[in-house]
């Protein structure tokens, strides 16, 4: 089996971390939603998410050529996390920053991964001053409509994977942590082993190691080496097979004597988030009625609002999840 090993002196090892990346399920959601997969452990997800992709015209754009089918994604699109849990606006912000030198070192090899670069690809090879901060909307745009209304849901799982590894960690050592990572990693005293990894080494890969767990990857590998920075290693979070599974209200009678029921109901029906025009339907209740409500609940922090093109999206927020499912 081919493979590629890391050595890790105790500087390296001191300097290994856990973070939760905006920008890595920006791109791993996007691939999946690209795929035209239709597996059960996202089945929820993509149902809801695809027609509005199609709508936004996303799919057709420059970030659809960016993560195409090849399995090299750019280097600059997944910037080295400096903080435990960047923001979105963080790392678009270090996105727009790159280089021009290293976008098109980034982007000559997509080429050689694809034959050739898509038309706003070559326009971002040729000015990426100007059409850096264009790709940052379209981003934008794709987690509104995306991930956003899920993000509460996707960071319960991801900060939980990240929990058990660093209780791990502290119980056992890093090495059994990077031992059960992933079948095709392995530690050995001082050094980290990658199954069917290219060639990389500490001359080429930068100190420590950044290992980021991920809702909406494949059951592979992914890394990131763009030295100076630390190495990338992006792997499937523990307990993603229970991301989209309906969470139960058990409180609804006791919060309605508080809320009201209208307002229990909405609360109720946004495990899934939606639109004014959705819950009405299902409801029952009026347009006027639902959208005075919303603002009542988005106001007291149970609700975030989440605009694509014209329409609204609204999700419950983990505070309306343990209003709603806490036991008595």
């Known amino acids: 089996m081919g493979g590629t090993e890391l050595a890790f002196s105790a500087s390296d090892l001191a300097q290994t971390r856990f973070a939760v990346s905006p920008m890595w399920e920006v791109g791993a959601g996007f691939r999946l939603l690209r795929s035209g997969a239709d597996g059960p ?60 030198d290293r976008v098109r070192l980034d982007l000559d090899r997509l080429r050689s991964h694809l034959g050739r670069l898509g038309p706003r690809t070559r326009s971002l090879y040729a000015d990426t001053g100007a059409r850096l901060p264009r790709l940052a909307q379209e981003i934008e745009t794709y987690w509104e409509l995306a991930l956003a209304p899920y993000w509460a849901r996707v ?72 030295p100076p920075d630390p190495p990338q290693l992006s792997y499937r979070a523990r307990g993603v097979g229970t991301l989209w599974e309906p969470r139960p209200t058990t409180r609804t009678a006791a919060v309605a004597a508080v809320l009201g029921r209208s307002r229990t109901l909405l609360l109720t029906e946004l495990d899934t988030p939606a639109n004014t025009t959705e819950l009405a339907a299902r409801t029952g209740l009026s347009m006027a009625g639902v959208s005075q409500s919303l603002t009542a609940l988005r106001a007291a922090g149970l609700v975030t609002a989440h605009r694509t093109g014209r329409t609204v999206l609204y999700a419950r927020t983990s505070l309306a999840d343990s209003l709603l499912t806490t036991a008595g």
């Open 41 to 100: 452990l996202h089945r929820r997800w993509l149902e809801q998410v695809r027609p509005r992709l199609a709508a936004s015209g996303l799919d057709r754009g420059l970030l659809a050529e960016l993560i195409s089918t090849a399995p090299y994604v750019p280097d600059f699109l997944n910037p080295a996390p400096t903080s435990p849990a960047p923001t979105l606006p963080e790392e678009l912000a270090a996105i727009t920053a790159t280089p021009p």
């Open 155 to 226: 960071r319960t799982v991801l900060d939980a994977d990240v929990f058990h590894r660093a209780r791990q960690a502290a119980e056992q050592g890093a090495g059994r942590v990077l031992n059960d990572l992933h079948p095709g990693v392995s530690w050995d005293r001082d050094a980290l082993r990658l199954a069917r990894r290219r060639a990389l080494t500490r001359e080429t890969a930068g100190p420590g190691l950044l290992l980021i767990p991920s809702a909406f990857k494949g059951p592979g590998l992914s890394t990131r080496v763009s």
